[in-house]
């Protein structure tokens, strides 16, 4: 008993989830200060293509990265019963699903008007097996824990694979995003500068907020 208290205290680490929301509310200003000071600003309905272009990384770091790790977090230390932890982690998800596919939606809007092909890169291919993924695993979680179909012992068993595909999924969701931000500032043909550096810092406090999130969940 006393080792797995122990084991909780670790889990629920409050120094790596204030280091997680620290850093995750860097890279979004950052984000905010790249689309807005450099880019224009965003504007889903915009007739200037880049500015439809800009809601796609906005939306996909603040309301898909951010708050899919906020759902990890919060699952393992807000305080709350299992319940109010379990009801903050899928509401937190399914809200970063929404806004993840409307994001997916600008930057198909973008190469529309802009007329540049479909998923013609990696990152593109990356970005919609990370969003199918993810829409599988909440509805796969919502009919394993919250149906009451599903018996006690089969979301014991279940539980495991589903926190160890839910990091694998947010591990891809990093990965997609550093590469769509190194993507951008070589198809920009960014050679220094300071639109460089917020872009390299960003990508920089996506890295440690993902460091951060797995370190207090793990």
């Avoid at 224009?40 to 809601?55: K, P, T």
């Avoid at 806004?99 to 802009?114: E, L, M, N, P």
């Avoid at 909440?138 to 926190?163: D, E, K, N, Q």
Wanted: proline residues 2%; contains cysteine.
């Amino acid at each position: 008993m006393a080792l797995i208290q122990t084991t909780r205290i670790r889990v629920g680490s409050p120094a790596t989830a204030v280091a997680a929301h620290l850093f995750g509310v860097i890279a979004v200003i950052l984000m905010l200060v790249w689309v807005f000071h450099y880019r224009g600003g965003i504007d889903l309905d915009s007739q200037d293509s880049e500015r439809v272009f800009n809601v796609h990384p906005f939306l996909m770091i603040f309301g898909f990265i951010f708050v899919i790790g906020e759902a990890l977090i919060a699952y393992k230390t807000i305080p709350a019963d299992h319940v109010g932890q379990k009801t903050c982690h899928s509401i937190l998800n399914l809200i970063a699903f929404i806004i993840g596919v409307i994001g997916i939606y600008a930057v198909f809007k973008y190469h529309d008007r802009a007329q540049i092909s479909d998923m013609y890169t990696l990152h593109s291919w990356l970005g919609i097996t990370t969003i199918c993924l993810f829409g599988l695993q909440w509805v796969f979680g919502f009919l394993s824990f919250w149906l009451p179909v599903t018996r006690g012992s089969a979301r014991a068993r279940i539980a495991p694979w589903h926190a160890s595909f839910g990091v694998c999924i947010f591990v891809m969701a990093i990965c997609t995003a550093e590469m769509g931000l190194a993507e951008k500032f070589i198809f920009s043909g960014l050679t220094g500068g300071n639109q460089a550096n917020v872009i390299n810092a960003t990508g920089y406090m996506i890295f440690l907020f993902a460091v951060s999130v797995i370190l207090t969940v793990v």
